[in-house]
Structure formats: C-alpha cells, structure tokens
C-alpha cells in the first residue's frame, strides 16, 4: 500500500493512505498534539500508531528507533500470555485448566505445599496462583536464588489459587518453564515458531535463569514495529490474514477482567489490564520505565509506546502520563468526529 508523507516536526513523521478506509483514523492535528505532548516526557523514546493493521504515525524523540528491539520490560508478560495461547492451539498445552504440576513434572519441589497441585495455567496468566509474591520487594532474593523454580513454589500461600490478584512476576516464569517442558523447545524457539514465523516479526534471544529456561515475564527483547503485530493479532481475535494463531475466544477470555490491580485499580486478564480512557474501553501491557502497548477496538487502534528502561523508575505515575497521551488520541478523535457534518 503506498504511503504519503504529509509533514514533519522534530521527531514526528506522519502518514496517511492514498487508499479510503472504512474507519475514521486520527486526525493529523490529533497526532501533532500527541507528539507534542509526548516531547514533555523525558524518558520516553517512541510512538507507533496502527489504525486498521497500518502504520499511521511514528514519533520518535530518543533511543532505539521504531524497527530495534529493546527491553519491553513487564510487557513480556502480555506477550508470553499470547505464547501460551498459540502453545494451546497447537496442540502443546492441553488447557488453561491444565494443572501447572503436571506440565512442571519434576521440577516441583518435594517439599512444596501440598495446594500447589490446585495450580493451574489459568491462575498463572491471571495472577491468581495464591503464591507470595516474588516482584517489588520480593525480586531481588528470587533473581538471586540458585533455582528459580523451587523458590517460587517455596513460597507461602497468601491466598487460594484463583484468589486475589498478587501480580508477580515468578508466576509468569513458571508459565515460560511450563512451555519448555511440554514442548521440549526452548521458550525462545517457541515464541519464534509460533509468533515469529506468523507475525513475521524477529523475536531475539533474551536472558535465562540459572537453568537455562528463558525468562518468563521480563526482559523480552522486541521492537516497538514487533509489538505493534503482537497488539493486532489480538485486535483481529487471533487471526493473521486466514490463519488461526490463537484459539478461538482466546481474546475475549484473555481480556476479561479476573483481578484488580491494587495500584491502578484497573481489571487484569491474561496479561492484559483494561481500563476506560476517553470513554473507550482499552485493552493494554505495560512493563517497568514507560513501555506500554495499548489496543482499542472500538478505534481499530493499535498503539506502541517505548521509553527508557533503565533504572531509576520515572516513577509509578509514569504510566498515567503515558494513559494521558491516549487520552490526548482518543479525545482528539472524538471531537474531530463529532464536529464532522
């Protein structure tokens, strides 16, 4: 499809298609005010803009550019979450009801709580699997074990799987552990031949525990052009043109609310947030220093956004910075909408 380029400011391009669309897409003052206001962060480095699976707006300000990949962070929770859906429809995990204790074989401690057994994948995409957390303040003893594995089924039970939402991050890892035993792949083979090759979209190495499985709901490296496919394939319900990658009613389920997180108070699914913003219903990841993937069906939008992932933290109010510059998109195009004739 052949692209205009319209204009530029520092750092912003702007594209618009010489073919119509069914779907009113931002206007170019509405994209002009995003990046504006986006300049005002400091740590942030990209935008990338879909309306209907095109790219329509790139901004880039700092860092990597749109087409590198760089830590997603905690994104790769939502990404590892699509993992495992594409790992049920094919075949390799029977079903989210699927005890974890079956996939993990010997890996389980002998002398883990016997309730572990009541774990299943579901509680694991969720957040629900009970266990004390093993992110925040819990992060460093884990990272710093010798067995990733036993140190998170060794922790407490705080609740009963299918509970309270206790976001963790080792809940995320035994899902990448899980994959790995089930497929006898790597969790990064996997991800290449299951998203990689569909999307075709070029997935990197990244790190590994101490036994060598790839980490699971951190560190992912992808770039913000990977992360835009990986936001579309859930906006088209699992599809890629007329293949299937997704089980069927997979996004829905993904994107029912199960938990609630204590912070934002925004429900959570499998690896996906939700919330309202400008009155439109957002789907959304997010991982640690502002790296944010936002789809909003309503709009057929798909948005990317990547910052500096680096410590120290911009802070926890970086992401509602970040939910204001959707605001800016989605407000900007409702008015615009509303004022044509």
Known sequence: MRLARLGQIPGLMILLFSTQVLAAPPSVSTLVAMSTAAQRLEPLHNIVVAHQGEIIHEHHQSGPTVDQPVNIKSLSKTVLAALVGAAIEEGIIQSVEQPVVDLLGSLVPADADPKVEEISVRHLLSMQAGLERTSGDNYSAWVASRNWVAYVLSRPFEDEP???????????HLLSVSLTQASGESTLALARRLLGEPLDIRIPAWPRDPQGIYFGGNNMRLSPLA???????????????????????????????????????????YGWFSTRIADELVYYGRGFGGQALYVVPSRDLTVVITSNPHPPSPGRGFQGKLNRLMDILLTEQTQVEEDTP
């Open 162 to 172: 299918g509970g309270i939402m206790l976001y963790s991050t080792g809940s995320s």
């Open 227 to 269: 992360l835009i496919q990986i936001g579309e394939l859930y906006r088209n319900n699992g599809r890629v043109d007329d293949q299937r990658v997704l089980p069927e009613g997979w996004v829905e389920t993904s994107w029912k609310s199960r938990g609630t997180s204590k912070w934002t108070g925004h429900g959570y699914g």
